[in-house]
């Protein structure tokens, strides 16, 4: 799932290629995408991408006024295409084609665009047309950026105080703190050094100190990999950057300890045992309960 580093690299990416193009059409191949009906999508077509920016793991293209926006969710992606003069009309219900947008042609000639894509079969990939991003639910209710300035350890330290919720769920809530999902959850944690299981409330001013900075460099390194990078390349960045996600099994490059997983929420996290929790691997409360 792409989250803020891969977004902010995206963003980049189409505005280099995108601004300063017209939309000539934009092809919803998946219906289900498309969450909404004023304006209509075919009122982009003429219009010139102005920006494109980025709100949490939204990405924004602003289409002269009117704003064409997605969340790739868990299993979408962007393509770039060099040229789709010559691409065929797209018949819905074919492959992990969901929206097609065409942008004008430059002095080669060449009619460049885009394609989201989303592998398997929970088509969660949503795309809006707005007048304002405002308008979108997800973004009205992000929390603020990680790396915005109003970001700093006295904004963390309001936003962990009095929160019961084990760390790893806030860092993950889209309304606390926009961006960060289950990939870069386990990086921060880890850089922390601090167990996903700590209830936030419990956390000292050091406590918050240390997981601002992890957020903040996490982050940062991670926007850093990705920048320039072309939009198929981006996936493979993400996971050789990764120290503890998805590498369950393999050795810890900090203290050599063997990285392990627990299930969380509708997922797993990984995480490793020395660096974060004292050395004592974290029980699995879903198996336990159901031994109870
Ligand atoms: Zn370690």
Redesign the pocket.
């Known amino acids: 799932m792409p989250e803020l580093p891969e977004v902010e690299a995206l963003a980049e990416f189409l505005r280099e290629r995108a601004v300063g193009r017209a939309v000539l059409g934009v092809d919803v191949v998946a219906f289900q995408a498309l969450k909404t009906v004023d304006p209509p999508v075919s009122a982009l077509g003429g219009l010139t991408v102005t920006g494109v920016t980025r709100h949490g793991k939204f990405l924004d293209l602003d289409c002269d006024g009117p704003h064409f926006i997605t969340h790739l969710a868990r299993a979408g992606w962007l393509r770039w295409r060099d040229d789709l003069s010559g691409a065929k009309p797209v018949r819905p219900g074919k492959g992990p084609l969901a929206v097609r947008v065409r942008l004008s042609p430059g002095d080669d000639g060449q009619a460049p665009g885009f394609e989201l894509t989303e592998a398997g079969t929970q088509k969660r990939l949503a795309v809006y047309v707005v007048r304002d991003p405002a308008e979108v639910p997800g973004i009205a209710a992000l929390g603020p950026d990680p790396l915005s300035v109003e970001f700093t350890p006295e904004a963390l330290k309001e936003i962990v105080g009095g929160s019961r919720t084990q760390i790893k769920g806030l860092l993950r809530d889209q309304k606390v703190i926009a961006g960060i999902g289950n990939a870069y959850s386990d990086e921060v944690l ?1 850089v922390a ?1 601090m167990s996903p299981f700590k209830i936030a409330a419990t956390l000292t001013d050091e406590q918050i100190a240390g997981l601002h900075d992890a957020i903040v460099t996490t982050l940062r390194d991670a926007v850093g990999r990705a920048r320039g990078l072309a939009a198929k390349d981006l996936k493979a960045e993400k996971k050789s950057g990764l120290r ?1 996600h998805a590498r369950t099994g393999e050795k ?6 063997t ?1 392990r997983e627990v299930s969380f929420a509708d997922s797993s996290l990984q995480y ?5 929790t004292g050395g004592k691997p974290l029980a699995d409360r879903r198996l336990s309960k159901l031994l109870k």
Do not use: A, F, N
Request: hydrophobic residues 20%; contains cysteine; proline residues 7%.
């Open positions: 880890h050094k503890v810890c490059d900090v203290c050599g300890d990285i490793c045992p020395t660096c974060q």
